[in-house]
């Protein structure tokens, strides 16, 4: 204490705690401001006490009438669920904080779905985020410390199954929830595009992780506005799969000049000769399916489809290392692939489906406009 209290410029620990503790009242009063914690003390002393002992060590056939008394539809389905989330051995490999966390967590949870018109089905939803989520355990507390995400989390788990889905596959999107999501408007098309790009404009051309990382980051975001606007019932079907469309428009052309600027690095850009004129050659990615159609859903693949132009002569890169142009479009292709579907701690960006190409799975990553 004495070192530390030299290193902050205080000739005694008395003296720095002297200083410290007026930043620190400071700093509790946002917190509590930002997080509601009297408003989460309130939720959590109103919480059924009767309903609370579900999750504990009761067993499957005590936990049942409880739950049914409390007006869950399928109480002995949803009573085995919880006893297996609390004594299989998910719970077991909690840390002791975790643990801690999700034993006060649980009764809020069961309290606010049984006051759902789905008690059973939301609370199945809710404990695959649980799963997801329980690992990283200052979700939890933080869960208990917003009362309002924890209301929006249980509504968008009431709401929709594939939403549901998408935050348990995708726990960074919590983030959304707890800084609060505007929903009023969302964005259009070239705001979207606008944003995505903003996510790498800052970052080296050549670091990909970080650039695989923030675009996560970024189309999960979106997603999840997207998903709180459309259970709140603040925009219409189509806005939200127009959205999503946006969205997946934008991923793909910032993820497709990301790997072609760092694949041209290498080796140059492709280059042809038609009728004795120079020509750069370009590339076109060409959607079906659901993104094809504007159709797009939380949880939907891309089939895409990948064409260039080049042809004549002197089809090659105009870098050291040369490559054919069919290669060089072939690696930009393996690459975007790679980019979108390789799971990272921030999750996936797209699965996709280049199937539907002209020759099938078997042909070429990307045709010619001539072929």
Same mark, same amino acid.
């Given at each position: 204490?004495?070192?530390?209290?030299?290193?902050?410029?205080?000739?005694?620990?008395?003296?720095?705690?002297?200083?410290?503790?007026?930043?620190?009242?400071?700093?509790?009063?946002?917190?509590?401001?930002?997080?509601?914690?009297?408003?989460?003390?309130?939720?959590?002393?109103?919480?059924?006490?009767?309903?609370?002992?579900?999750?504990?060590?009761?067993?499957?056939?005590?936990?049942?009438?409880?739950?049914?008394?409390?007006?869950?539809?399928? %109480?002995?389905?949803?009573?085995?669920?919880?006893?297996?989330?609390?004594?299989?051995?998910?719970?077991?490999?909690?840390?002791?904080?975790?643990?801690?966390?999700?034993?006060?967590?649980? %009764?809020?949870?069961?309290?606010?779905?049984?006051?759902?018109?789905?008690?059973?089905?939301?609370?199945?939803?809710?404990?695959?985020?649980?799963?997801?989520?329980? *690992?990283?355990? +200052?979700?939890?507390?933080?869960?208990?410390?917003?009362?309002?995400?924890?209301?929006?989390?249980?509504?968008?788990?009431?709401?929709?199954?594939?939403?549901?889905?998408?935050?348990?596959?995708?726990?960074?999107?919590?983030?959304?929830?707890?800084?609060?999501?505007?929903?009023?408007?969302? %964005?259009?098309?070239?705001?979207?595009?606008?944003?995505?790009?903003?996510?790498?404009?800052?970052?080296?051309?050549?670091?990909?992780?970080?650039?695989?990382?923030?675009?996560?980051?970024?189309?999960?975001?979106?997603?999840?506005?997207?998903?709180?606007?459309?259970?709140?019932?603040?925009?219409?079907?189509?806005?939200?799969?127009?959205?999503?469309?946006?969205?997946?428009?934008?991923?793909?052309? +910032?993820?497709?000049?990301?790997?072609?600027?760092?694949?041209?690095?290498?080796?140059?850009?492709?280059?042809?000769?038609?009728?004795?004129?120079?020509?750069?050659?370009?590339?076109?990615?060409?959607?079906?399916?659901?993104? *094809?159609?504007?159709?797009?859903?939380?949880?939907?693949?891309?089939?895409?489809?990948?064409?260039?132009?080049?042809?004549?002569?002197?089809?090659?890169?105009?870098?050291?290392?040369?490559?054919?142009?069919?290669?060089?479009?072939?690696?930009?292709?393996?690459?975007?692939?790679?980019?979108?579907?390789?799971?990272?701690?921030? *999750?996936?960006?797209?699965?996709?489906?280049?199937?539907?190409?002209?020759?099938?799975?078997? *042909?070429?990553?990307?045709?010619?406009?001539?072929?």
């Amino acid at each position: 204490q004495q070192r530390i209290a030299y290193a902050m410029g205080h000739d005694s620990w008395a003296g720095l705690c002297a200083e410290m503790q007026p930043l620190r009242e400071r700093v509790h009063a946002v917190f509590r401001e930002v997080f509601h914690l009297e408003e989460a003390a309130q939720l959590e002393r109103s919480a059924n006490t009767a309903l609370a002992s579900a999750w504990g060590d009761l067993g499957v056939a005590d936990i049942a009438p409880v739950l049914q008394e409390a007006g869950f539809h399928y %109480p002995e389905a949803t009573a085995a669920r919880l006893y297996e989330l609390h004594q299989g051995g998910f719970y077991a490999r909690l840390s002791s904080k975790g643990k801690t966390r999700l034993d006060q967590l649980m %009764p809020l949870l069961l309290q606010a779905t049984v006051e759902t018109d789905q008690p059973g089905k939301t609370l199945e939803r809710l404990i695959g985020i649980v799963r997801a989520i329980a *690992g990283r355990s +200052v979700y939890l507390q933080v869960l208990l410390d917003n009362p309002a995400a924890l209301r929006l989390l249980v509504r968008l788990s009431e709401a929709s199954g594939p939403v549901a889905e998408f935050i348990a596959k995708h726990p960074l999107v919590l983030d959304e929830l707890l800084h609060g999501v505007a929903v009023d408007e969302l %964005p259009d098309r070239e705001q979207v595009k606008t944003q995505a790009w903003q996510q790498v404009a800052q970052l080296a051309f050549d670091d990909l992780e970080q650039q695989m990382e923030r675009m996560r980051q970024f189309r999960h975001g979106v997603a999840m506005r997207v998903a709180v606007a459309d259970v709140l019932g603040e925009v219409s079907v189509m806005e939200v799969s127009d959205c999503l469309s946006w969205l997946a428009e934008a991923v793909l052309e +910032v993820s497709m000049e990301i790997v072609w600027r760092q694949l041209a690095a290498k080796h140059g850009e492709p280059r042809c000769v038609i009728d004795g004129e120079a020509h750069r050659p370009d590339m076109a990615v060409i959607a079906y399916g659901k993104l *094809g159609g504007l159709e797009l859903s939380y949880t939907s693949d891309l089939d895409l489809v990948f064409l260039h132009d080049s042809r004549g002569e002197e089809q090659h890169t105009d870098g050291e290392r040369s490559l054919d142009n069919s290669v060089f479009f072939g690696r930009v292709v393996q690459r975007l692939t790679h980019f979108l579907s390789t799971l990272t701690p921030g *999750g996936q960006l797209y699965e996709t489906d280049t199937r539907l190409r002209p020759n099938g799975k078997g *042909g070429v990553l990307v045709s010619s406009l001539a072929a």
